[in-house]
Protein backbone atom coordinates (compact mmCIF):
# COMPACT_ATOMS: atom_id res chain seq x y z
CA UNK A 1 0.00 0.00 0.00
CA UNK A 2 1.30 3.51 -1.06
CA UNK A 3 2.37 4.94 2.31
CA UNK A 4 0.90 8.52 1.50
CA UNK A 5 -3.18 7.01 0.77
CA UNK A 6 -2.63 4.51 4.09
CA UNK A 7 -5.78 4.52 5.84
CA UNK A 8 -5.44 5.31 9.32
CA UNK A 9 -7.23 4.14 12.38
CA UNK A 10 -7.90 5.09 16.55
CA UNK A 11 -8.72 2.36 18.60
CA UNK A 12 -9.45 3.72 21.69
CA UNK A 13 -8.54 1.27 24.42
CA UNK A 14 -6.26 -0.86 22.95
CA UNK A 15 -3.71 -2.29 25.01
CA UNK A 16 -5.56 -5.11 26.60
CA UNK A 17 -9.11 -6.98 25.69
CA UNK A 18 -11.20 -6.34 22.70
CA UNK A 19 -9.21 -3.29 21.79
CA UNK A 20 -5.48 -5.08 21.37
CA UNK A 21 -7.45 -7.81 18.83
CA UNK A 22 -9.08 -5.01 16.81
CA UNK A 23 -5.80 -2.63 16.70
CA UNK A 24 -3.82 -6.25 15.91
CA UNK A 25 -6.60 -7.31 12.76
CA UNK A 26 -6.34 -3.76 11.40
CA UNK A 27 -2.56 -3.51 11.24
CA UNK A 28 -2.59 -6.73 9.07
CA UNK A 29 -5.25 -5.22 7.05
CA UNK A 30 -3.01 -2.52 6.04
CA UNK A 31 -4.30 0.61 8.75
CA UNK A 32 -1.71 2.45 10.43
CA UNK A 33 -3.40 2.26 14.03
CA UNK A 34 -3.61 4.68 16.48
CA UNK A 35 -3.11 2.24 20.02
CA UNK A 36 -5.03 4.31 22.77
CA UNK A 37 -4.68 3.23 26.27
CA UNK A 38 -5.65 4.89 29.20
CA UNK A 39 -2.93 3.99 32.15
CA UNK A 40 -1.13 0.74 30.68
CA UNK A 41 1.75 2.08 28.09
CA UNK A 42 3.69 -1.29 28.76
CA UNK A 43 0.72 -2.76 27.44
CA UNK A 44 0.20 -0.37 24.65
CA UNK A 45 3.87 -0.79 23.85
CA UNK A 46 3.57 -4.86 23.24
CA UNK A 47 0.48 -4.10 20.84
CA UNK A 48 2.20 -1.66 19.22
CA UNK A 49 5.32 -4.08 19.16
CA UNK A 50 3.33 -6.90 17.88
CA UNK A 51 1.73 -4.74 14.85
CA UNK A 52 5.22 -4.25 13.39
CA UNK A 53 6.47 -7.49 14.05
CA UNK A 54 3.70 -8.27 11.66
CA UNK A 55 4.75 -5.72 9.11
CA UNK A 56 2.70 -2.74 10.01
CA UNK A 57 2.75 0.39 11.38
CA UNK A 58 0.91 1.57 14.80
CA UNK A 59 2.11 4.29 17.39
CA UNK A 60 1.04 4.10 20.88
CA UNK A 61 -1.09 7.42 22.57
CA UNK A 62 -1.98 7.86 26.36
CA UNK A 63 -5.85 9.78 26.81
CA UNK A 64 -8.20 9.04 28.60
CA UNK A 65 -11.21 9.07 26.63
CA UNK A 66 -13.32 11.05 29.64
CA UNK A 67 -10.90 14.30 28.75
CA UNK A 68 -12.26 16.02 25.44
CA UNK A 69 -9.12 17.72 25.58
CA UNK A 70 -7.02 14.71 26.62
CA UNK A 71 -9.55 13.27 23.11
CA UNK A 72 -9.00 16.33 20.97
CA UNK A 73 -5.25 15.96 21.33
CA UNK A 74 -4.88 11.95 20.44
CA UNK A 75 -6.45 13.14 17.42
CA UNK A 76 -4.13 16.25 17.17
CA UNK A 77 -1.52 13.56 17.30
CA UNK A 78 -2.24 11.19 15.31
CA UNK A 79 -3.06 13.28 12.30
CA UNK A 80 -0.07 15.08 13.31
CA UNK A 81 2.53 11.58 13.28
CA UNK A 82 -0.02 9.63 10.88
CA UNK A 83 -1.20 12.70 8.64
CA UNK A 84 -5.22 11.37 9.09
CA UNK A 85 -7.78 9.65 10.00
CA UNK A 86 -10.26 7.61 8.44
CA UNK A 87 -11.95 4.79 10.82
CA UNK A 88 -12.27 5.64 14.58
CA UNK A 89 -13.27 2.28 16.70
CA UNK A 90 -14.71 3.86 20.25
CA UNK A 91 -13.44 0.74 22.16
CA UNK A 92 -12.89 2.27 25.28
CA UNK A 93 -15.06 1.16 28.29
CA UNK A 94 -14.92 -0.18 31.72
CA UNK A 95 -17.74 -2.80 33.73
CA UNK A 96 -17.47 -2.84 37.31
CA UNK A 97 -16.52 -5.94 39.02
CA UNK A 98 -18.43 -5.41 41.36
CA UNK A 99 -22.50 -5.47 40.02
CA UNK A 100 -24.13 -4.04 42.57
CA UNK A 101 -28.72 -3.56 42.17
CA UNK A 102 -29.67 -0.03 40.98
CA UNK A 103 -30.72 0.48 44.38
CA UNK A 104 -27.67 -0.23 45.59
CA UNK A 105 -25.09 1.45 43.01
CA UNK A 106 -23.67 4.39 44.50
CA UNK A 107 -23.30 8.00 42.77
CA UNK A 108 -19.10 7.46 42.34
CA UNK A 109 -19.91 4.17 40.11
CA UNK A 110 -22.26 5.87 37.97
CA UNK A 111 -20.72 8.98 37.61
CA UNK A 112 -17.64 7.01 36.25
CA UNK A 113 -19.31 4.63 34.23
CA UNK A 114 -20.81 7.54 32.38
CA UNK A 115 -18.02 9.50 32.37
CA UNK A 116 -15.97 6.98 30.36
CA UNK A 117 -18.21 4.70 28.30
CA UNK A 118 -20.97 7.57 27.28
CA UNK A 119 -19.22 10.98 27.85
CA UNK A 120 -15.99 9.06 26.52
CA UNK A 121 -17.61 8.08 23.13
CA UNK A 122 -19.40 11.13 22.69
CA UNK A 123 -16.02 12.85 22.96
CA UNK A 124 -13.92 11.07 20.08
CA UNK A 125 -17.47 10.70 17.96
CA UNK A 126 -17.38 14.71 18.54
CA UNK A 127 -13.50 15.01 16.81
CA UNK A 128 -14.09 12.25 14.24
CA UNK A 129 -17.48 14.31 13.06
CA UNK A 130 -15.42 17.10 11.75
CA UNK A 131 -12.38 15.29 11.34
CA UNK A 132 -12.43 12.27 9.63
CA UNK A 133 -11.95 11.99 5.96
CA UNK A 134 -14.52 11.64 3.54
CA UNK A 135 -15.47 7.81 3.55
CA UNK A 136 -14.46 7.19 6.96
CA UNK A 137 -15.90 5.00 9.08
CA UNK A 138 -17.09 5.30 13.14
CA UNK A 139 -17.68 1.71 15.21
CA UNK A 140 -18.75 2.32 18.38
CA UNK A 141 -19.13 -0.39 21.27
CA UNK A 142 -22.15 -1.18 22.74
CA UNK A 143 -23.00 -4.73 24.58
CA UNK A 144 -25.77 -7.47 24.49
CA UNK A 145 -26.54 -6.12 27.96
CA UNK A 146 -28.57 -3.66 26.38
CA UNK A 147 -30.79 -6.77 24.54
CA UNK A 148 -30.72 -9.28 27.62
CA UNK A 149 -31.16 -6.54 30.39
CA UNK A 150 -29.58 -8.66 33.47
CA UNK A 151 -29.95 -7.47 36.61
CA UNK A 152 -26.92 -6.06 38.14
CA UNK A 153 -25.94 -4.28 34.55
CA UNK A 154 -28.71 -1.18 34.81
CA UNK A 155 -26.19 1.79 34.54
CA UNK A 156 -23.36 -0.09 32.45
CA UNK A 157 -26.20 -0.94 29.79
CA UNK A 158 -27.86 2.33 29.64
CA UNK A 159 -24.70 3.87 29.12
CA UNK A 160 -24.37 1.56 26.30
CA UNK A 161 -28.20 2.26 24.77
CA UNK A 162 -27.18 5.71 24.73
CA UNK A 163 -24.10 4.69 22.51
CA UNK A 164 -26.51 2.87 20.36
CA UNK A 165 -28.60 6.24 20.06
CA UNK A 166 -25.97 8.46 19.24
CA UNK A 167 -24.62 5.85 16.90
CA UNK A 168 -27.81 5.92 14.52
CA UNK A 169 -28.05 9.92 15.18
CA UNK A 170 -24.47 10.44 14.22
CA UNK A 171 -24.85 8.64 10.74
CA UNK A 172 -27.37 10.58 9.97
CA UNK A 173 -25.99 14.09 10.67
CA UNK A 174 -22.92 12.46 8.88
CA UNK A 175 -25.05 12.98 5.00
CA UNK A 176 -23.06 14.08 2.33
CA UNK A 177 -19.28 13.00 4.38
CA UNK A 178 -19.96 9.34 2.87
CA UNK A 179 -18.95 8.59 6.52
CA UNK A 180 -21.01 5.49 8.04
CA UNK A 181 -20.97 4.92 11.84
CA UNK A 182 -22.23 1.70 13.47
CA UNK A 183 -22.09 -0.32 16.86
CA UNK A 184 -20.74 -3.65 17.12
CA UNK A 185 -22.85 -5.15 20.71
CA UNK A 186 -20.54 -8.00 22.16
CA UNK A 187 -21.68 -11.03 24.19
CA UNK A 188 -19.94 -12.34 27.12
CA UNK A 189 -16.03 -11.92 25.62
CA UNK A 190 -13.30 -13.84 27.55
CA UNK A 191 -11.27 -10.35 28.96
CA UNK A 192 -10.37 -8.60 32.07
CA UNK A 193 -13.69 -6.99 32.18
CA UNK A 194 -15.56 -10.10 31.94
CA UNK A 195 -13.85 -12.39 33.76
CA UNK A 196 -12.63 -10.21 36.74
CA UNK A 197 -14.64 -10.76 39.98
CA UNK A 198 -16.96 -13.66 38.72
CA UNK A 199 -17.10 -17.28 40.01
CA UNK A 200 -16.12 -20.16 37.69
CA UNK A 201 -20.60 -20.89 37.82
CA UNK A 202 -21.48 -17.44 36.91
CA UNK A 203 -18.57 -17.65 34.17
CA UNK A 204 -20.07 -20.86 33.16
CA UNK A 205 -23.52 -20.12 33.56
CA UNK A 206 -23.51 -17.05 31.27
CA UNK A 207 -21.39 -18.71 28.56
CA UNK A 208 -23.88 -21.40 28.29
CA UNK A 209 -26.68 -18.90 27.34
CA UNK A 210 -25.32 -18.62 23.62
CA UNK A 211 -26.43 -21.37 21.11
CA UNK A 212 -22.90 -21.70 20.29
CA UNK A 213 -22.14 -22.61 24.16
CA UNK A 214 -19.22 -20.54 24.42
CA UNK A 215 -17.82 -16.99 25.27
CA UNK A 216 -16.60 -15.05 22.65
CA UNK A 217 -13.00 -14.14 21.94
CA UNK A 218 -11.39 -10.79 21.05
CA UNK A 219 -10.95 -12.00 17.73
CA UNK A 220 -14.27 -13.02 17.02
CA UNK A 221 -15.46 -9.51 18.09
CA UNK A 222 -12.24 -8.02 16.01
CA UNK A 223 -13.57 -9.67 13.12
CA UNK A 224 -17.55 -7.73 13.15
CA UNK A 225 -15.44 -4.73 13.25
CA UNK A 226 -13.04 -5.46 10.42
CA UNK A 227 -16.03 -6.27 8.40
CA UNK A 228 -17.55 -3.08 9.38
CA UNK A 229 -14.26 -1.10 8.89
CA UNK A 230 -13.44 -2.80 5.15
CA UNK A 231 -15.52 -2.55 2.00
CA UNK A 232 -17.74 -5.29 2.60
CA UNK A 233 -19.29 -2.92 5.42
CA UNK A 234 -20.20 -0.03 2.95
CA UNK A 235 -23.58 -0.26 2.97
CA UNK A 236 -24.21 -1.21 6.69
CA UNK A 237 -25.35 2.32 8.27
CA UNK A 238 -26.89 3.98 12.14
CA UNK A 239 -26.76 0.05 12.77
CA UNK A 240 -26.14 -1.97 15.57
CA UNK A 241 -24.53 -5.69 15.19
CA UNK A 242 -24.97 -8.42 18.05
CA UNK A 243 -22.10 -10.07 18.09
CA UNK A 244 -22.66 -12.63 20.82
CA UNK A 245 -23.23 -16.23 19.42
CA UNK A 246 -26.81 -15.87 19.20
CA UNK A 247 -27.42 -14.63 22.54
CA UNK A 248 -30.00 -12.54 22.03
P1 LIG B 1 -10.80 -4.57 29.00
O1 LIG B 1 -11.07 -4.16 30.41
O2 LIG B 1 -10.16 -5.91 28.74
O3 LIG B 1 -9.91 -3.46 28.28
C1 LIG B 1 -10.30 -2.13 28.38
C2 LIG B 1 -9.42 -1.25 27.54
O4 LIG B 1 -9.97 0.08 27.60
C3 LIG B 1 -7.99 -1.15 28.03
O5 LIG B 1 -7.14 -1.03 26.92
C4 LIG B 1 -7.99 0.14 28.85
O6 LIG B 1 -6.74 0.81 28.87
C5 LIG B 1 -8.98 0.97 28.07
N1 LIG B 1 -9.60 2.04 28.85
C6 LIG B 1 -10.31 1.93 30.00
N2 LIG B 1 -10.71 3.17 30.41
C7 LIG B 1 -10.22 4.04 29.50
C8 LIG B 1 -10.26 5.44 29.38
N3 LIG B 1 -10.89 6.20 30.29
N4 LIG B 1 -9.63 6.04 28.33
C9 LIG B 1 -8.98 5.28 27.41
N5 LIG B 1 -8.91 3.93 27.47
C10 LIG B 1 -9.52 3.34 28.50
O7 LIG B 1 -12.21 -4.46 28.25
P2 LIG B 1 -12.81 -5.29 26.99
O8 LIG B 1 -11.77 -5.46 25.98
O9 LIG B 1 -13.54 -6.46 27.50
O10 LIG B 1 -13.94 -4.26 26.49
C11 LIG B 1 -13.83 -3.49 25.31
C12 LIG B 1 -15.19 -2.89 24.99
O11 LIG B 1 -16.14 -3.94 24.76
C13 LIG B 1 -15.79 -2.03 26.13
O12 LIG B 1 -16.43 -0.90 25.58
C14 LIG B 1 -16.79 -2.96 26.77
O13 LIG B 1 -17.82 -2.26 27.42
C15 LIG B 1 -17.29 -3.72 25.56
N6 LIG B 1 -17.89 -5.00 25.87
C16 LIG B 1 -17.16 -6.01 26.43
C17 LIG B 1 -17.75 -7.22 26.72
C18 LIG B 1 -17.00 -8.34 27.37
O14 LIG B 1 -17.63 -9.34 27.76
N7 LIG B 1 -15.68 -8.28 27.50
C19 LIG B 1 -19.17 -7.47 26.42
C20 LIG B 1 -19.84 -6.33 25.81
C21 LIG B 1 -19.22 -5.16 25.55
P3 LIG B 1 -5.61 0.51 30.01
O15 LIG B 1 -5.02 -0.83 29.67
O16 LIG B 1 -4.64 1.63 29.84
O17 LIG B 1 -6.33 0.49 31.32
Known amino acids: MNSKQQQVAIVTGASRGIGAAIAQRLGREGYAVVVNYAGNAAEAARVVQAIADGGGSAIAVQADVADPAAVRALFDQAIAQLGRVDVLVNNAGIMPPQLPALADTGDDTF??????????????????????QHGGRVINFSSSLVGTRLPGYAVYAATKAAVETMTNILAKEMRGKGITVNAVAPGPTATALFLDGKTPETIARLSAMAPLERLGTPDDIAAAVAFLAGPDGAWINGQTLRANGGMV
Do not use: P
Request: glycine content about 10%.
Open 111 to 132: DRLVAVNLKGSFNTMREAGTRL
